[in-house]
């Protein structure tokens, strides 16, 4: 098959096509580097191009001395910054969404030329934080503003319910959305009145960084946001240590030693972790448009998407019918290198994923499995690239079934009725998406209330309700705990503090009541609190 999946030359650039090298210059680097917390005796890391597979980059490493440098800078810029009004800190936020588009061209060369995927899916972050950006901006206030609550007593109680920033969060994100998992994130940390110390991936933080010379340029204080790089196991922790809440994304595996050191301290986490993620395509769906839906569904970012689709299920009758329109589109994909459009799926990030999706795909077929599509690497495009693949006749032994791939291979499953699709969809330990498609909305949504995933979309396969940023999105089960967007998302960055003011009367035997008249006189007012439907 190899044969139908070509590479996209370049269209538009001229005199030939545009590649990493043009956009991770000697200069940019030197410029963005400046914005990582690192002493000048810092040691250095190389940082290859997914797209070549040569060094692009040297970036100095911070010590643990400089990530408890970094809490302290961003600790004493946060408190001038949480007694800001709120609308200042809103109007940084929607500086910084149209700043985005401003500087589209380069920040979407970054992402291309860090994560090697193609620029239609480098926009989809581009995208993903401007809706952010524009929903909190405008909804913070909302979010945040302080609450009256009804008192124990009325008029003579009065609460209010007030929030408070954490202080400074600590930030830990992966490579595969690097803009969005950075920046995205911690938007609502810093409105609601934050600092926060980030460590990105290493391999992709430079698109870090330059959204965080973006964020400053929008008018955040500069100290607010510091920026540490260095092996994971190594700075991560001291980043868990020192942050007053932790906000990780990643894997499982990392997500629960993070959650445990975070609960040692008894500081709040967030975590978004991996998936399993099943679309389930039933009798009545329209064929073509599922076809379509999961060509974007499961090969967005090469798969290296946590909600991606990596589980087709579909209904026995109508199973041939759907994989003719979905297989012959896959296999018509085209796979690019450059940074331009037209491509419609880029590289694998690196080495390490590129073993495990062979690795995968080597196993199911070892095991009896077909591969309807695609199957094998390309190294003529680029070291990471790989074919989107489809597999038939999956083994349930096979790791590719239980197992997360994060890579373009998915492998599909007939099934006889909703209860059965809706059991084997649910049989993972994880539960981070899914996706239902069939021309009865009502139905969809009765069959999506069965699934166990934080998000469920209906006749697409992720982006509606990851980019509806007033709607929460996470995980159940292992992908994780808590959730970004909506107010979950906002509120998890601060403490909440109610303050009760008694007026009058205290909360003891008055007008000289003994104990005995005082807890009567408590009662007959609680009965008529009741009957007045007060209470
Ligand atoms: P990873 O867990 O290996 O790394 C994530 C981050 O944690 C990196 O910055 C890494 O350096 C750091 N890290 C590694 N070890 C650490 C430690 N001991 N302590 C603290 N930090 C440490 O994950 P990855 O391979 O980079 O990312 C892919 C995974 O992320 C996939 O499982 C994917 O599903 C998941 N993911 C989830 C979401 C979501 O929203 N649920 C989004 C994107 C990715």
């Known amino acids: 098959m190899t044969d139908t999946v070509d590479t996209v030359r370049n269209p538009i650039a001229a005199p030939g096509p545009r590649t990493a090298d043009d956009a991770v210059t000697a ?73 985005l588009f401003q500087h589209r061209d380069d920040l979407l060369d970054l992402v291309q030329a860090e994560t090697g995927k193609a620029r239609s899916h480098a926009f989809e972050e581009l995208g993903a934080v401007a809706v952010a950006s524009r929903h909190y901006g405008r909804t913070a206030g909302r979010y945040l503003r302080t609450r009256r609550r009804n008192g124990v007593f009325p008029v003579l109680t009065h609460v209010q319910e007030i929030r408070h920033p954490k202080g400074v969060v600590g930030q830990i994100s992966p490579w595969n959305y690097p803009l969005e998992l950075s920046i995205g994130d911690v938007l609502p940390a810093f409105v609601a009145g934050n600092g926060v110390v980030t460590k990105p991936d290493t391999q992709t933080a430079l698109t870090c960084l330059r959204a965080r010379e973006l964020l400053v340029e929008a008018g955040l204080p500069a100290d607010l946001w510091q920026i540490v790089i260095g092996e994971g196991p190594v700075i991560g922790p001291e980043v868990v240590d020192r942050g007053d809440y932790v906000s990780f994304t990643g894997s499982t595996r990392t997500g629960k030693e993070v959650a445990q050191r975070a609960a040692g301290r008894l500081v709040g986490a967030s975590l978004e972790l991996g998936g399993k993620n099943a679309m389930l395509v039933l009798r009545d769906a329209d064929l073509d448009r599922a076809a379509e839906g999961a060509v974007r569904a499961c090969f967005s970012s090469a798969g290296q998407l946590c909600i991606s689709i990596e589980r087709l299920f579909v209904a026995r ?197 003994t104990d005995e008249q005082y807890a009567k006189f408590l009662g007959t007012s609680l009965k008529a609190l009741k009957a007045l439907r007060l209470k």
Request: glycine share 10%; proline share 5%; net charge negative.
């Open 317 to 513: 009758e109508i199973a041939d019918a759907f994989l003719e329109r979905f297989t012959a589109r896959v296999r018509a994909m085209k796979l690019g290198n450059t940074l331009a459009y037209g491509a419609d799926m880029g590289s694998l990030v690196s080495e390490r994923q590129l073993a495990t999706v062979v690795r995968h795909v080597d196993e199911a077929v070892k095991n009896g499995a077909v591969v309807l599509a695609g199957g094998k690497p390309r190294p003529d495009l680029g070291p990471f690239f790989y074919e989107p693949t489809v597999l038939d006749g999956v083994d349930e032994q096979s790791a590719v079934c239980g197992e997360e791939t994060f890579g373009p291979v998915v492998s599909v499953y007939r099934f006889d009725s909703e209860d059965e699709a809706v059991e084997r969809a649910n049989a993972t330990r994880y539960g981070l998406n899914s996706s239902v498609w069939t021309k009865d909305g009502g139905r969809g949504r009765a069959v999506a209330a069965r699934l166990q995933t934080g998000t469920v979309n209906v006749n697409e396969g992720y982006a509606p309700a990851y980019a509806s940023a007033a709607a929460p999105m996470g995980g159940m089960k292992e992908s994780g705990v808590g959730r970004r967007h909506g107010s979950e998302g906002i509120l998890k960055y601060t403490e909440v503090q109610t303050v009760a003011t008694q007026r009058l009367v205290g909360f003891g035997p008055a007008f000289g009541m």
């Open 27 to 99: 200069e940019v680097v030197a410029r963005l580097i400046g914005g990582i917390t690192a002493g000048p005796e810092a040691e250095t890391t190389a940082v290859r191009s997914p797209l070549t597979g040569e060094v692009h980059a040297e970036l100095p490493c911070s010590t643990p001395k400089d990530v408890a440098d970094a809490f302290d800078r961003a600790r004493a810029a946060q408190r001038a910054w949480a007694a800001r009004p709120i609308r200042a800190r809103e109007a940084v936020l929607l500086r910084f969404h149209d700043l």
